[in-house]
């Protein structure tokens, strides 16, 4: 798969590899964009895992004492001069190994087989067909879905290896070495789309390699900790809180490491929901007694947005703005040496933030970069390596609330983009009210944690209406509700009429200056999950 080097791994797990001896298999990373992927299904098996250079010596890894070694996918050829090699001494340590991808066809090609691009690159969905039993295909279905991302293939086998299944333009889909336990695999079992690629790990992890898997995430925690005291000795951090979950997972961690060496800095921009600038003085200043400081900046935001009603004019003045706030309370904030973000592994991938990967910028407006580097700042993303749900189950077991720690994401700009036309006080002050209640009624009927994002947008549309005897001409609101995997696409979540019920009359009866409430029912794309 092609990739980006760098992305993948830069963060803890590389930085800290140490010798005690726990149960860990080793990811070498050749650099494919999926490494941090094969990590993360490794620890939903309760294995730790570690990414670590291709080239690592054998003698280092035998230290190291790993139960498995992964060989990553990558987006070079094997038969290329300069190609990421792995230490062929690999092979005599009795060590299990699974190849992907270009992990498998480095193995290939070291044990005297043939590699050479493929009749045409496959990419996507393949069928695979497993030839006879094996452990890595214990429990597994004789065809299922694959996931195939490559140019190069593995041509001719050298007679240490067996064919041990095949796709339509691929005759060893995946192969084993008849005397050593080395296996492997020229699809994807990391991504979701290889409908047993999880089974496929576990049967790696825990029949072939014989891990426990009695690891849990929390150990992972101590590792953060002990990471970021040591990068940070006495300097001081400060942490940009935005309310969210992983800005708040970032400062209770580093809260745990430095405690008050900690800085954290939360501005109120005036677009933020019911109650979160209270929760977030809450928990950052009296649960978690960080140097909170909080800067309202409503009434700066609410003139600069004055008259504007274009979306992006509606995000940039927000995010220009937050960046004078911001850098203007760091100022106040002597020896601060390093910042704090939380970034998260698909982050770094959909951001492209890495300029030689192949990801393209897709989400622009995406928090990555959202400070500029001029800030002068040492950067700590301690999340950088992880994904969402684990960030959530780190979030736990720092003592973080469970509301916080499921709560629904929310965008930068606030409720500026679901204020569509103008964005003034009286407006902001109908949309909260209207949002509240919806997550309220969401919470009440047990679907919020089903919902992936649930709100309320305030239309600029008046229609008729009648209350008592009178007439009215009053304001719109949607609501909009999705499920998703990835934010990427989504639908629209099928929500149960009693529940919208009670919203709609709800915000009619409780919310002056609305009188109608339509349900918003398309999916992503070809809309997008925010109105603007
Ligand atoms: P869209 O509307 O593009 O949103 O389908 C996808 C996800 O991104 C969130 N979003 C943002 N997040 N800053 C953020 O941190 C932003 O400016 C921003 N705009 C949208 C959105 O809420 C959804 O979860």
Partial sequence: MTASSSAAGSGAFRGSLDTHHEERVLVLDFGGQTAQLIARRLRDEN??????????????????????????????????????????????????ILGICYGMQWFCHALGGKVAPGE????????CAVNGANPLFKDLPANSVVWMSHGDQVLNLSEQFNSIATTETCPHAAVQHKTRAIYGLQFHPEVTHSEYGQQMLRNFVKNICRCAGTWKIESLLEREIESIRNRVGKSRVICGLSGGVDSSVVAA???????????????????????????????????????????????????????????????????????????????????????????????????????????????????????????????????????????????????????????????????????????????????RECDAIVIEELRAAGLYR???????????????????????????????????????????????????????????????GVNRVVYDISSKPPSTIEWE
């Fill in 253 to 431: 961690l580093l809260y745990r490491a430095i405690g008050d060496q900690l800085s954290c800095i939360f501005v109120n921009n005036g677009m933020l929901r019911k109650g979160e600038a209270e929760e977030v003085r809450f928990e950052f200043g009296e649960h978690f007694k960080t140097d909170l400081h909080v800067v309202d900046a409503s009434q700066l935001f609410l003139s600069g947005l004055k008259g504007v009603t274009e979306p992006q004019t509606k995000r940039k003045t927000i995010g220009k703005l937050f960046i004078d706030v911001f850098k203007e309370e760091a100022k106040s904030i002597p020896d601060a040496h390093f910042l704090a973000q939380g970034t998260l592994y698909p982050d770094v991938i959909e951001s492209g933030s890495n300029p030689d990967g192949p990801a393209a910028s897709i989400k622009l407006h995406h928090n990555v970069g959202g400070l500029p580097k001029e800030l002068g700042f040492e950067l700590i993303e301690p999340l950088r390596d992880f994904f969402k749900d684990e960030v959530r189950r780190m979030g736990l077991a720092l003592g973080l609330p469970e509301h916080l720690v499921w709560r629904h994401p929310f965008p930068g700009p606030g409720l500026a983009v679901r204020c569509l036309g103008e964005v003034t006080e009286p407006r902001l002050a109908i949309l």
């Fill in 47 to 96: 294995v730790f895992c570690q990414l670590v250079r291709p080239d690592l010596p054998a003698s280092r890894i035998k230290e190291l004492t790993p139960k498995g070694l992964i060989l990553s996918g990558g987006p070079a050829s094997v038969y290329e001069e300069g190609s990421p090699k792995a230490d062929p001494g690999i092979f005599d340590l009795g060590i299990p």
């Fill in 450 to 512: 089903q919902i992936n994002q649930a709100f309320a947008v305030l239309l600029p549309v008046q229609s008729v209406g009648v209350m008592g005897d009178a007439r009215t001409y009053e304001s719109t609101i949607a609501i909009r509700a999705v499920t998703t995997d990835d934010f990427m696409t989504a639908d629209w979540f099928r929500m149960p009429f009693d529940v919208l019920q009670r919203m709609s009359t709800r915000i009619t009866n409780a919310v002056r």
């Fill in 120 to 127: 045409k690159r496959e990419f996507g969905l393949a069928q």
